[in-house]
């Protein structure tokens, strides 16, 4: 056996690397998401990639919205203006390598800042993003991303400093 590939828990170098493009691929989801560089997130989908969001396990009923399409996906995106400020933290993924293709589930902490009457509030979402990811050159692209909100709160920020 390689001793290599048994120092790294019997993954080979190039699965390593796959494991790491595909982290950096949900990880510049959420940069673009949060800096509304609708253009940069448009790349990271494969042109008939689905996108669809779930309150819950993904199942027919619990399905809130489909975009098939990178255009249609992007439109979609587009949503997240509505927020002012938005911050996604990218936490714990699992990923299955199947050559050119692959699964992954990555954790995600969510927050958005919004107004209502003059007051800030913010709300905090759970969610585990579920994808089938297709490799696409040298680089992995989403083929479908499924937004699963396990659960998610709403409550009033503290006033800035400077608004007191």
């Given at each position: 056996?390689?001793?290599?590939?048994?120092?790294?828990?019997?993954?080979?170098?190039?699965?390593?690397?796959?494991?790491?493009?595909?982290?950096?691929?949900?990880?510049?989801?959420?940069?673009?998401?949060d800096?509304?560089?609708?253009?940069?997130?448009?790349?990271?989908?494969?042109?008939?990639?689905?996108?669809?969001?779930?309150?819950?396990?993904?199942?027919?009923?619990?399905?809130?919205?489909?975009?098939?399409?990178?255009?249609a996906?992007?439109?979609?995106?587009?949503?997240?203006?509505?927020?002012?400020?938005?911050?996604?933290?990218?936490?714990?993924?699992?990923?299955?390598?199947?050559?050119?293709?692959?699964?992954?589930?990555?954790?995600c902490?969510?927050?958005?800042?919004?107004?209502?009457?003059?007051?800030?509030?913010?709300?905090?979402?759970?969610?585990?993003?579920?994808?089938?990811?297709?490799?696409?050159?040298?680089?992995?692209r989403?083929?479908?991303?499924?937004?699963?909100?396990?659960?998610?709160?709403?409550?009033?920020?503290?006033?800035?400093?400077?608004?007191?």
């Amino acid at each position: 056996m390689d001793p290599g590939r048994e120092a790294m828990g019997g993954a080979t170098l190039q699965e390593l690397v796959d494991r790491e493009r595909i982290r950096e691929l949900a990880c510049r989801y959420a940069s673009a998401v949060d800096r509304r560089d609708f253009e940069g997130l448009a790349e990271l989908f494969v042109p008939e990639a689905r996108l669809a969001i779930y309150a819950g396990e993904p199942t027919e009923a619990a399905l809130r919205f489909e975009a098939r399409g990178r255009d249609a996906i992007v439109r979609a995106l587009r949503g997240i203006e509505r927020y002012p400020v938005t911050s996604h933290f990218v936490g714990g993924q699992t990923v299955a390598l199947d050559g050119d293709r692959a699964r992954a589930e990555t954790h995600c902490r969510a927050s958005h800042l919004f107004l209502r009457e003059g007051r800030r509030f913010c709300l905090d979402m759970a969610i585990r993003y579920q994808d089938r990811l297709e490799r696409a050159g040298e680089g992995w692209r989403f083929a479908e991303r499924a937004l699963v909100v396990d659960w998610e709160s709403e409550a009033p920020l503290p006033p800035r400093r400077r608004d007191r």
